[in-house]
């Protein structure tokens, strides 16, 4: 079994920071990439941020220069740090991992349940 647990959402006013956190825990072999997604109601979910196996990253040019995705592989940890934020980066931020358990023979993608982030004044 793999979980994936995020925190650190929150509501802050334009201008603000947030650092959201994801700790991946369980029957875990190997991650593969690791990311950030976003979901508004009635709208697509969307990429936020990640990073690749070869450890290069891809962000959503909304977030280029404002936000930054991290990860500390000892820890099964990654992490979204988010500056200047804006109101419509208001959404329920999820992170994601592309995961080979020990139960597994091919790499799986895994969800958190979802954090709020409110920008708002």
């Known amino acids: 079994q793999v979980r994936l647990v995020e925190s650190g959402g929150g509501s802050v006013q334009p201008g603000g920071t947030l650092r959201l956190s994801c700790e991946a825990s369980?029957?875990?072999?190997?991650?593969?990439?690791v990311g950030w997604y976003r979901q508004v109601p009635g709208m697509e979910r969307e990429l936020v941020a990640k990073?690749?196996?070869?450890?290069?990253?891809n962000y959503a040019d909304s977030v280029k220069g404002r936000f930054t995705i991290s990860r500390d592989e000892a820890n099964n940890m990654h992490y979204l740090q988010m500056n200047s934020l804006k109101p419509e980066d208001t959404a329920v931020y999820l992170c994601?991992?592309?995961?080979?358990?020990?139960?597994?023979?091919?790499?799986?993608?895994?969800w958190g349940q979802g954090t709020q982030v409110t920008v708002s004044s």
């Open positions: 994601y991992g592309l995961i080979l358990s020990r139960n597994n023979f091919a790499f799986s993608p895994y």
């Open positions: 369980g029957t875990i072999r190997s991650i593969h990439t």
């Open positions: 990073i690749n196996g070869d450890r290069t990253t």
